[in-house]
């Protein structure tokens, strides 16, 4: 066990940097290069991975997932699109394309989970729990299958490999960082992957793409659920869910309007509302501050910054730990969604391993079913799901 985690009043250790991703294609004892399968979406990134893995002299082979079966023939579904891409791709750079449907393993470990958790009233997040369970479990299982000895993807994240022991670091483009996705990744899990993309800005790797000719260097990034895509959400969840009405009240308790189901709505939610001028109020936005599940009331209130939407502790559960901490109270930073700045906390576990976190200042929306991801620095700590926030 590493001692990253010292007591309150002290600092991690620094840990040398030059030894990040410091091996070569045949660092492994083996006299031919070293044989990496590639994760290859479609998109640029994956695609610009495989090919400065071939630079380094890899063996590269690609394999593109499809994950899921419903909607092929609708708007939001881009997989026969994203396929044409990846082949495209794989032509251009002369490495075969596998292609794998791993649709069932993916509504069993992640798509459940995801309907489970909305039911509760929470806001999961399931590009966490994909990357855990599909992009580097069955996808990696299948890859050894293969015949390969590491799996590549078009993360933005680095990796530090030391003897007994393998450590996350968050990318070097802070907008396009992915370690928040990565934090529930095992030692095994990440001591076989490779993530090329570490080091580099997304306005580079489009660059990269586009010198060697690649058809997808100015395709957009893709957004929405993860393998499901962009599509309206509530339509989407209502498939699963029946609506259940229940009232809109403020925080005062007056009632304000209609919702159609808890599960529709999230922590700081503006849109959607259907909450026009109301009498004795201003002209401000109405904001999602509570979910009331037992007595099905949506709690709202007036104003980006009302106080109502801000909480200085948490309590989260189910953590994963990437290092494991050596004393039940210190001090970090942690987000608490992507792209979020990191916020200066201290983290107490209790016996019952749920963590009590405070922050140095008031955050913003906080949402159960969300994760709070855990760093030193650009160190990648691990995370664990939000519980509840709470006051002081």
């Not at 962009?230 to 209502?238: C, K, P």
């Not at 916020?343 to 913003?364: A, E, S, W, Y």
């Amino acid at each position: 066990m590493l001692k990253l985690f010292r007591a309150r009043s002290q600092s991690a250790p620094t840990i040398k940097r030059d030894t990040m991703e410091s091996f070569s294609p045949q660092d492994t004892g083996q006299t031919s290069p070293m044989k990496v399968i590639t994760g290859l979406s479609g998109g640029v990134d994956s695609s610009v991975s495989a090919l400065l893995l071939l630079e380094q002299g890899y063996e590269v082979e690609g394999l593109f997932m499809k994950n899921w079966d419903e909607d092929d023939n609708t708007e939001y579904c881009t997989a026969l699109q994203d396929f044409e891409d990846a082949s495209k791709v794989a032509e251009t750079l002369g490495i075969p394309l596998h292609t794998a449907n791993f649709a069932t393993e993916y509504w069993d470990r992640v798509f459940e989970h995801f309907l489970a958790e909305y039911k509760a009233g929470r806001t999961p997040n399931p590009d966490v729990l994909c990357n855990k369970e599909i992009k580097f479990k069955v996808f990696l299982d299948y890859a050894k299958h293969l015949g390969a000895k590491r799996i590549a993807t078009g993360h933005y994240a680095r990796i530090q490999r030391h003897p007994s022991s393998t450590h996350l670091y968050k990318g070097l483009d802070p907008q396009k960082d992915q370690s928040y996705f990565l934090h529930q990744l095992t030692q095994e899990q990440l001591s076989n992957s490779l993530f090329p993309l570490g080091k580099l800005q997304k306005s580079d790797v489009r660059a990269i793409a586009r010198r060697a000719q690649l058809t997808n260097a100015n395709k957009k990034d893709s957004t929405g659920i993860c393998f499901i895509g962009e599509r309206r959400f509530q339509d989407f969840l209502a498939r699963y869910f029946p609506n259940q009405p229940g009232n809109i009240v403020s925080t005062e308790g007056h009632t304000l309007g209609e919702h159609n189901g808890l599960m529709y709505y999230t922590i700081g939610q503006r849109q959607g509302l259907g909450i026009g001028g109301v009498a004795k109020h201003p002209e401000k936005a109405w904001y999602v501050v509570e979910k009331k599940i037992q007595e099905n009331l949506l709690v709202v209130a007036q104003g980006l910054d009302h106080p109502a939407l801000y909480h200085n502790n948490l309590q989260a559960t189910k953590a994963h730990w990437m290092i494991e901490p050596v004393h039940n109270e210190f001090n970090c930073s942690a987000k608490i969604r992507y792209r979020q700045a990191d916020q200066d906390c201290t983290v107490h576990i209790d016996q019952h391993n749920i963590l009590q976190v405070q922050f140095r200042t008031p955050q913003r929306a906080v949402t159960p079913g969300q994760y709070i991801v855990f760093y030193d620095q650009d160190h990648c700590l691990g995370g664990a799901t939000i519980k509840e926030a709470t006051c002081t």
